[in-house]
């Protein structure tokens, strides 16, 4: 079964510096997304992409953040200055032409800010 | 925010035997419901789906259930197996423009035990 990748799977890295989170979604998807998880909280969105544009936000996603898809196949999540509140796990995923069709998750990227 | 409520944060069930776990919803602009099951370690991977249209969807050993009046919904797993052993999270989707911003409840653990 076709999968949704993340790399890599653990990032330390120090506040204040730049992340960089990459995600290979499933290849005939149309929609794709960020969610995160906090340790011992909710799956949280994040944010959706579509025909290269943001389609929502939450309100986590703040100026710090960004998405881009830099090519056919990679879709990335910046956090241009990390923050402490920003280590939990970093889920990508992807849906189908419909859109409005299950998701499949990425296995996650296991942020942690020292 | 507490749209999507799983109230029971641990299940243990026998093996062979049923389990069911609930979630509840405030949101009536909920019109689609999944549900996931989730390792660790790994994203969480799709179970099942329901419609606001519907209010009963089965796949094999899965059975979700939808009450709208009551704003509760229900997976039924029979027969329970210990490979089910995992984190359940109940998950909805506001009515949008052809996108999955998903709502997640906090989860259920459930244990099979042979």
């Known amino acids: 079964e076709p999968e949704v990748t993340q790399t890599p799977s653990h990032q330390v890295t120090q506040m204040g510096q730049e992340v960089i989170l990459r995600c290979v979604p499933i290849?005939?998807?149309?929609?794709f997304y960020w969610y995160r998880q906090i340790l011992g909280q909710k799956v949280e969105f994040l944010v959706s992409?579509?025909?290269?544009?943001?389609?929502?936000k939450s309100e986590i996603f703040d100026d710090q953040f960004s998405v881009e898809r830099p090519d056919g196949s990679n879709f990335t999540l910046k956090i241009r200055s990390t923050k402490l509140e920003d280590s939990a796990m970093y889920f990508c995923?992807?849906?189908?032409?419909?859109?409005?069709?299950?998701?499949?998750f990425g296995s996650g990227t296991q942020l942690s800010v020292l | 925010d507490q749209q999507v409520k799983q109230n029971s944060p641990s299940l243990s069930v026998q093996e062979g035997r049923i389990s069911i776990l609930n979630c509840d919803y405030t949101?009536?602009?909920?019109?689609?419901f999944l549900w996931y099951k989730k390792y660790p370690a790994e994203g969480p991977t799709f179970l099942i789906s329901?419609?606001?249209?519907?209010d009963k969807n089965e796949d094999g050993r899965f059975t979700v259930f939808l009450n709208k009046s009551a704003k509760h919904l229900s997976l039924h797993i029979v027969p329970s197996q210990p490979g089910d052993s995992a984190v359940y999270f109940c998950?909805?989707?506001?009515?949008?423009?052809?996108?999955?911003?998903?709502?997640f409840g906090a989860g259920t653990r459930l244990a099979v035990h042979p």
């Open positions: 995923a992807s849906s189908g032409p419909g859109g409005r069709e299950k998701l499949f």
């Open positions: 290849s005939n998807h149309l929609y």
């Open positions: 992409f579509y025909n290269n544009e943001i389609s929502e």
């Open positions: 949101n009536s602009m909920f019109d689609y």
């Open positions: 329901i419609s606001s249209i519907k």
């Open positions: 998950a909805a989707s506001p009515i949008s423009g052809g996108y999955n911003k998903l709502i």
